[in-house]
């Protein structure tokens, strides 16, 4: 679950709706960490075969779709996601290189450090 300043965020809920995205072949999304919303929302997009989309397009599509808190700050288009053994996707590893990428470090959340 995603904390983006107090409200709750299933990530499987977003990741649901952008697979209705006629361009898009797989996506997952995680929580990476923000100074002031204490999480942000970053997907990580595999277009199908062939398609291309660009971030605004996107954007675009969730903001028509999604509640405003839901739409992902970050989209990175991949063309792997790192995977276990047994083919399951890494999440703890795709928020740890989004973190380093984006040059975020981990930061306390909003709520803890009102505390």
């Known amino acids: 679950m995603i904390n983006r300043g107090g409200e709750k965020i299933f990530p499987r ?3 649901e709706f952008l697979h209705t ?3 898009i072949a797989e996506a997952h999304v995680v929580g990476v960490p923000d100074a002031r919303m204490g999480e942000e929302i970053c997907a990580w997009i595999k277009c199908k075969s062939g398609e291309t989309i660009t971030e605004e397009e996107l954007k675009r599509f969730c903001k028509e779709n999604l ?4 739409i992902p700050k970050y989209i990175k288009f991949v063309d792997t996601f790192p995977l276990t053994i047994t ?3 890494q999440k703890f590893i795709i928020r740890e290189q989004a973190t380093t990428e984006l040059k975020l470090g981990e930061t ?3 709520l803890s ?3």
């Open 113 to 115: 450090a009102k505390e």
């Open 108 to 110: 306390k959340s909003v």
């Open 67 to 70: 509640s405003h808190f839901k």
């Open 13 to 15: 809920e977003i990741e």
């Open 87 to 89: 083919g399951k996707v």
């Open 21 to 23: 995205h006629p361009k």
